[in-house]
């Protein structure tokens, strides 16, 4: 197979916990099954936001819905560092107003508050960030690859990987999120784009227009794509959830695709969903595998496969 390591110091989303421990703020990650420890030091993170952290540490201090503590996922987009905060206590005027002058001071043009769904608490300035040419709006906590590099590599060996005949009949890519590999498909072909997340479909469809990816709503684990469509397909493209395609799985098998290109984080649920498809007599041309969780015994794959006798992928 052919190996990919990221470089350190790319890592463009995090999740963190704060307590208030000894009239100050301790940020950082939780020890397994234990208390948080106050990160000082990280050769993972971008050093944008590694830059937030002290700051945070005085803001949330001095907000007055903190009271025992909570926890804040960073993204960080192309307009800069998006905050999505769960705290102990209600926000009141006076915490808006710390927030939105935290988010000026340091160029966060968002802060949202973890509920269902989200509520913005502080806005700034646009929010937004790039897959290709398209300018998508992300929801709050939207799911990103680790690091840009990382994002690139996965991309690259995806598209390297599409046939280099019969995708007039359209991509089907199942799990598109806001549209990490959408729009780089649609450049060789028209992508159906089937999402189930709603804040994300509706990210990727408002970023779709003028493009060749038609965006679908749908929870594919209660309402897979049917084997009749999926077989039609030029290609499917799948970059399904930690856990594996569940259900889908079954009718991608039924459906026998020529070619079905498949990213995965979770090696064991890659194995399993595999395994039918190996059994049908379907050949892995290929295999990247990505290290974008550095010091961790996780990695990115991308798998290949296609039916024998179809079209070979473009070796490009």
């Known amino acids: 197979p052919a190996t990919r390591q990221v470089s350190p110091h790319g890592r463009r989303r995090v999740d963190l916990a704060f307590r208030r421990v000894d009239r100050q703020i301790v940020l950082g990650l939780h020890r397994r099954r234990g208390d948080v420890v106050d990160m000082t030091e990280c050769a993972l993170l971008d050093p944008a936001i590694f830059a937030l952290l002290d700051p945070l540490r005085q803001m949330l201090h001095s907000l007055p819905a903190v009271h025992a503590g909570g926890d804040i996922q960073i993204n960080l987009l192309d307009s800069g560092p998006d905050l999505l905060i769960a705290m102990d206590g209600t926000p009141d005027a006076n915490d808006r107003r710390i927030l939105a002058q935290f988010s000026k001071t340091h160029g966060i043009p968002r802060i949202s508050l973890r509920t269902q769904p989200p509520e913005t608490l502080a806005l700034t300035g646009p929010v937004f960030h790039h897959f290709d040419t398209a300018r998508v709006v992300p929801p709050p906590g939207a799911f990103l690859q680790p690091s840009r590099e990382g994002e690139d ?11 280099r005949k019969g995708l007039k009949a359209g991509i089907i890519e199942l799990y598109a999120g806001c549209g990490t590999l959408s729009f780089a498909l649609a450049q060789h072909a028209k992508v159906l784009a089937y999402e189930g997340d709603r804040a ?8 779709s227009g003028g493009t060749r990816v038609l965006p679908a709503l749908r929870d594919l684990n209660r309402q897979p794509v049917m084997a009749t469509e999926l077989g039609r397909a030029g290609a499917v493209v799948l970059d399904p959830p930690h856990a594996g ?3 889908q799985m079954a009718q991608i098998v039924a ?9 995965s984080c979770n090696p064991a649920a890659l194995q399993r969903d595999l395994t039918p498809l190996q059994q049908m007599g379907y050949r892995l041309e290929s295999l990247t595998v990505i290290d974008q969780f ?15 006798g179809t079209t070979r992928p473009n070796r490009r």
């Open 153 to 163: 590599a996965i991309k690259a060996a995806v598209l390297a990987g599409l046939p």
């Open 200 to 207: 994300a479909f509706a990210c990727l469809k408002q970023a």
């Open 245 to 247: 395609a569940g259900a």
């Open 255 to 263: 459906g026998k695709p020529r070619h079905i290109i498949y990213v």
């Open 294 to 308: 550095l010091w961790s015994a996780e990695v990115e794959s991308v798998c290949v496969l296609t039916l024998p």
